[in-house]
């Protein structure tokens, strides 16, 4: 922890961003490792938490807020989360005697505190690639090295990294009654356990579904108790395969940009790998994005500079194609229309300056992006 995370927080409450300024001082407050502050801190989470629908704040809430955040500021350790190499994929392939389908030779590697994101459409690989990565699906030929394991085996392997399908496994019981289980299976017991699944239930929105059912809780909810089992067990690498699937379009970057913190903080500094269509929130967060089609690697962003040799832009107007075309020049710009969007792509503009031409020329723009760099050109 440092004062930045600090200072940051303040200026969530004093922009009243107060949902962001809960979530970070609990995440503060469980990386100086102090009981007794982290167990404060879940109970003025619940103050907010029991108002928000009201739209009310609790009484000397931001108050309360300065006093732990002063507190945790005060334990806070000069430390960082060391980057530490977790896994080295080498010439990774998988064949598949049915179907016709295989998965091509691909080579990654990830440190404690870094995002992968692989994206691509359905059936194109990315379940298969992250399946081999955690050791659940054999490769037919290349490595898969654990760096932080000196000698891997199942066991091993499997308490090593935590996968969360798509489709979560059903549960039975409480809610509440499975946390406290998944808690006791890491070795968290008694008076830490109960508070690591308070934690967990509150960092993750959960605490009013704590006793309730499989069947009285919506997928979006299922996914969330999924992802706080499994942070219970501390995991060191995380691969979620369509973790936004289930989530309304609010909770979906809140999810990723929050495991994606916790990920880099003091209290279990953890590599995580993520596959979904989301291309815009997966690119947003992730250090390293690749994109498979039909089994293979056709572009990872670490070599993007060696990949990418012209500009492309994505826009949307009402403006008629030949007008565009004739804009840019036909022979500086090619256009493609996929049926809701326009793509421009040059070699002679940079992204901005074909969007500049368009905009002084008069044309309606509703929507623009710069994807020079984005995996959505490779759809």
């Given at each position: ?266 209290h279990n500094p953890m590599g995580i790998i993520l596959s979904s269509q989301q291309l815009h929130e997966v ?97």
């Amino acid at each position: 922890m440092n004062t930045s995370n600090v200072q940051e927080i303040v200026d969530y409450l004093k922009h009243q961003d107060y949902s962001l300024a809960v979530r970070r001082t609990l995440d503060t407050c469980l990386d100086t490792g102090d009981e007794e502050i982290i167990k404060e801190s879940v109970q003025w989470s619940r103050t907010y938490s029991t108002r928000k629908e009201e739209k009310q704040l609790p009484p000397h809430f931001t108050e309360r807020a300065t006093e732990i955040l002063s507190r945790a500021a005060a334990m806070q350790s000069t430390a960082i989360a060391e980057k530490k190499p977790l896994l080295k994929a080498g010439n990774i392939s998988k064949n598949y005697k049915r179907g016709n389908f295989s998965l091509k030779p691909i080579s990654l590697s990830l440190r404690t505190g870094d995002v992968l994101g692989v994206v691509g459409e359905n059936g194109n690989g990315k379940t298969t690639l992250l399946r081999c990565l955690a050791g659940q699906l054999s490769i037919d030929a290349g490595e898969v090295k654990y760096q932080l394991l000196n000698n891997p085996g199942y066991y091993e392997i499997k308490n090593h990294i935590a996968f969360i399908p798509q489709r979560i496994p059903r549960w039975y019981g409480l809610l509440k009654d499975n946390l406290h289980f998944s808690a006791s299976i890491a070795g968290v017991y008694g008076a830490q356990n109960d508070l690591m699944v308070d934690f967990m239930l509150e960092r993750l929105g959960l605490t009013t579904y704590a006793h309730l059912t499989w069947n009285q809780i919506s997928s979006g909810y299922r996914t969330r108790f999924e992802i706080a089992r499994i942070l219970l067990q501390k995991p060191k690498l995380l691969i979620l395969d369509e973790p936004l699937a289930n989530l309304d379009i609010n909770a979906q970057q809140t999810i990723l940009s929050d495991l994606i913190f916790m990920a880099k903080g003091l209290h279990n500094p953890m590599g995580i790998i993520l596959s979904s269509q989301q291309l815009h929130e997966v690119e947003k967060v992730a250090d390293t994005v690749i994109f498979i089609k039909q089994g293979n690697c056709v572009y990872s962003s670490n070599d993007r500079e060696k990949t990418i040799t012209s500009n492309a832009v994505e826009f949307e107007t009402t403006a008629e194609r030949d007008m565009v075309q004739q804009l840019l020049g036909r022979d500086k710009a090619g256009i493609q229309y996929n049926g809701g969007f326009y793509t421009a792509v040059s070699s002679a503009y940079t992204a901005q300056e074909m969007i500049a031409i368009l905009v002084q020329a008069g044309i309606p723009l509703t929507y623009f992006r710069d994807i020079t760099y984005s995996t959505k050109r490779f759809f």
